[in-house]
């Protein structure tokens, strides 16, 4: 059920997994015939589009295989060899294998601990090959990079050193409870002037980002728990599942994918909402051609939303059912195009539709941008534990938004 993936064409080692004219570093000085005739982005690109999938390639800016990567000039001033002659045409041939593409993935590795081969010379630390880099935008020259690539992919977005989507701050796979799109790290910053989503990059697997023998899948319950405090708290999740020494996503990792996307679909893919008879507390006026009606948050498409009217920034949703139905999630989307506003809000749940409990009391229901998912029982490990709540009505309650609110989707599980 996942969106879209992210090849790892070229990581910090500098070995490329397509026919680069950069360096002989590459498939094509492998001792394999097979893996001569292989072409990684070339192939995930076409197996994307058959699969209707999003597609981007991770390729690495550090290269411990480069002579140029961290060159200096007889002066001690870093040379622009590298980003012209290797970083900047790799980007290029990436760019060439499809103007579709979703994402390009920049590592943000400066250099450092790792010991290295610039070009041939140990880069051990202490030796005269450890290299480090102190201005990763400067000598990578991003600014010119970013231009030039988006000529080419005008609607890719740039992660990490492209400045363009933020890491959230851990490889764990969370985000803050509190998480605005502007600013950095986990929670954000709610007055950034950016527009900086976070991305949570998470090992689905105990051996690392690399595969390695007798690792570990992790159980489905713990994916899913990544899932709800990643892409459940406004940020995406990229699920790192390492191919084995055949080139194979390995089958006990296969099996597992399968059993997490089963899971999605049965714990969040009916929605209660749309049985529901919704009611809010304001209805922004109609303008010519757009309404802004309580039940655009119920109709399934992306460019209708319910809103107040200016000046109005408190409101609250109400959805009854006229049998009690078992409800375990509510998920909600800001109509993000038009930026990120809530700062507080609150889910209650009613038995007789008259009185109402409030839910999730332990969780800071605070930000809700692209998409907020509330576990009603307050537990993102014990989500699904119980019975769950029989209630007649759910009461969403809007407290504070920095502007009238804007609510795309509001769904019931």
Request: with cysteine; proline share 3%; net charge positive.
């Amino acid at each position: 059920g996942m969106k879209g993936g992210i090849a790892v064409v070229k990581h910090h080692d500098g070995f490329c997994l397509w026919p680069t004219a950069t360096t002989t570093h590459s498939i094509l000085s492998s001792s394999s015939e097979n893996a001569r005739k292989t072409n990684i982005p070339r192939d995930f690109a076409r197996a994307a589009r058959k699969l209707n999938m999003k597609y981007g390639f991770y390729v690495s800016p550090w290269d411990l295989s480069s002579k140029y990567w961290g060159e200096k000039d007889a002066d001690g001033n870093y040379t622009d060899n590298y980003a012209k002659k290797v970083f900047f045409p790799q980007c290029v041939e990436l760019a060439k294998y499809g103007a579709d593409q979703f994402e390009m993935w920049f590592d943000g590795a400066t250099g450092g601990d790792h010991a290295g081969y610039y070009g041939g010379e140990y880069g051990g630390k202490g030796t005269t090959g450890y290299r480090k880099i102190d201005n990763a935008q400067t000598f990578y020259d991003m600014p010119n990079l970013r231009d030039s690539i988006h000529a080419l992919l005008p609607n890719v977005i740039m992660w990490g050193l492209g400045g363009e989507v933020r890491w959230i701050g851990n490889e764990a796979g969370y985000s803050g409870e509190t998480c605005w799109s502007m600013g950095n790290a986990e929670n954000g910053d709610e007055n950034g002037w950016l527009w900086h989503p976070g991305e949570s990059d998470a090992k689905a697997t105990t051996g690392g980002w690399f595969w390695k023998k007798n690792e570990k899948v992790l159980s489905a319950e713990r994916l899913f728990q990544m899932y709800l405090e990643t892409v459940g708290r406004n940020a995406t999740l990229i699920l790192n599942l390492p191919p084995d020494v055949n080139g194979l996503v390995p089958e006990a990792t296969a099996k597992r994918m399968a059993e997490l996307g089963n899971m999605l679909r049965t714990r969040l893919g009916v929605d209660l909402a749309r049985k529901a008879v919704i009611t809010a507390s304001e209805e922004r006026v109609a303008g010519q051609h757009r309404n802004y009606s309580v039940r655009n948050m119920t109709d399934g498409k992306r460019d209708t939303y319910w809103a107040t009217n200016d000046g109005t920034t408190k409101a609250s949703i109400t959805l009854t059912w006229a049998k009690p139905t078992t409800v375990r999630y509510v998920q909600l989307m800001e109509h993000i195009k038009l930026g990120q506003r809530v700062r507080s809000f609150t889910v209650e749940t009613s038995e007789d539709g008259v009185n109402f409990t409030q839910r999730a009391t332990n969780i800071a229901t605070t930000t809700i941008g692209y998409k907020r998912i509330i576990p009603l029982n307050g537990s993102t490990q014990k989500s699904y534990d119980g019975e769950g709540y029989k209630v007649r009505a759910m009461r969403i309650t809007i407290n504070d938004s920095k502007a009238c609110p804007l609510i795309e989707n509001l769904s019931v599980y």
